[in-house]
């Protein structure tokens, strides 16, 4: 139960990181996820606490309410993000940083001090879809699986080959006649969407939501999945997730020591790996010393 539950929490860093990935690739630093994952977790307690109707008058969440709540989270999430999207991405480098960071606080105060919202108690007795967390591991893993995909895809496609040709050289993309505001803006949404969705099953799991949940600690913590992992292929940051998110824990047996071992483990990293642990020039030696095998 505590392995699956572990488990559960994993992926949601996996996906946050995958969050933060997006607009990397078009070489936009946003740190704005834990806001729209702190909105995902909104959507999910207020119509599940407070709009009956939802609950199917059962002992059990139904399924489709919750299907319900994730596409109401991924379109509220994209508004918010096409709407902020176009002014705030005009930015860049660590202004672009500064001005989510902003965003994610100006959420955070909204969400602390709005009755709708439980202020900072939060909203508490959401209720569960899956009987334990092999259900909640069964959905994150599923959305995982598909946001991996997605990212896969990506490195395929002419959206993925132009959001690479910005990270590169923005000027050269727009010489080249690719829409590099539009590429950003999409990035931009895509990010916002995973981020909510997980935000709505991460509420459920967690039976509380807070403003707590998105917070300024929260975005420095989903960057440094993507810099321990690296952020030049979609598997850095996946990497970057399940580990740092399960660092904590699995030196639990340590005692007092774990959070200046997992300090070491965040500082050391970037100093051996400057750009992440997985790197497509990595991959490829791996690639080639398999065939060699």
């Known amino acids: 139960m505590r392995d699956l539950s572990l488990l559960v929490q ?3 860093g996996a996906l ?25 977790g909104y ?4 119509l599940s606490t407070r709009w009956p109707a939802l609950s199917g008058g059962g002992a059990s969440y139904p399924l489709t309410s919750l299907a319900l709540e994730l596409l109401l989270a991924a379109l509220v999430a994209g508004a918010v993000a096409l709407v902020l999207g176009r002014p705030v991405l005009q930015l860049r480098g660590i202004y672009l940083a500064i001005a989510t960071i902003a965003l994610v606080e100006i959420l955070r105060v909204l969400n602390l001090n709005m009755a709708w919202s439980g202020g900072a108690v939060g909203i508490f007795g959401i209720p569960q879809p899956f009987d334990g967390p092999a259900g909640y591991a069964l959905a994150t893993g599923l959305l995982l699986a598909l946001t991996c995909w997605l990212c896969s895809r990506l490195e ?27 590429v950003k803006l999409i990035a931009f949404v895509l990010s916002a969407v995973i981020a909510a969705l997980t935000g709505v099953l991460a509420a459920h799991f967690l039976n509380t939501w807070n403003a707590r949940q998105g917070s300024f600690d929260a975005s420095i913590t989903t960057l440094a999945f993507v810099v321990f992992g690296g952020s030049r292929i979609w598997l850095g940051p996946v990497l970057g997730g399940l580990v740092i998110t399960a660092l904590p824990e699995l030196l639990r047996p340590v005692g007092d020591l774990r959070l200046i071992l997992f300090g070491l483990v965040i500082l050391v990293g970037p100093i051996l790996f400057p750009q992440g642990v997985i790197t497509p020039e990595g991959l490829a030696r791996i690639r080639a010393a398999v065939k060699r095998v």
Request: charged share 15%; proline share 5%; net charge positive.
């Open 43 to 46: 959507v999910a307690a207020l």
């Open 16 to 40: 946050l990181a995958l969050s933060v990935y997006l607009p990397l690739r078009c070489g936009q630093l946003s740190l704005a996820t834990p806001g729209f994952y702190a909105i995902g």
């Open 156 to 182: 395929a496609m002419r959206l993925g080959r132009a959001m690479a040709a910005i990270r590169e050289d923005e000027l050269a993309a727009r010489c080249m006649g690719i829409p590099t505001a539009d």
């Open 10 to 12: 994993m992926g949601f």
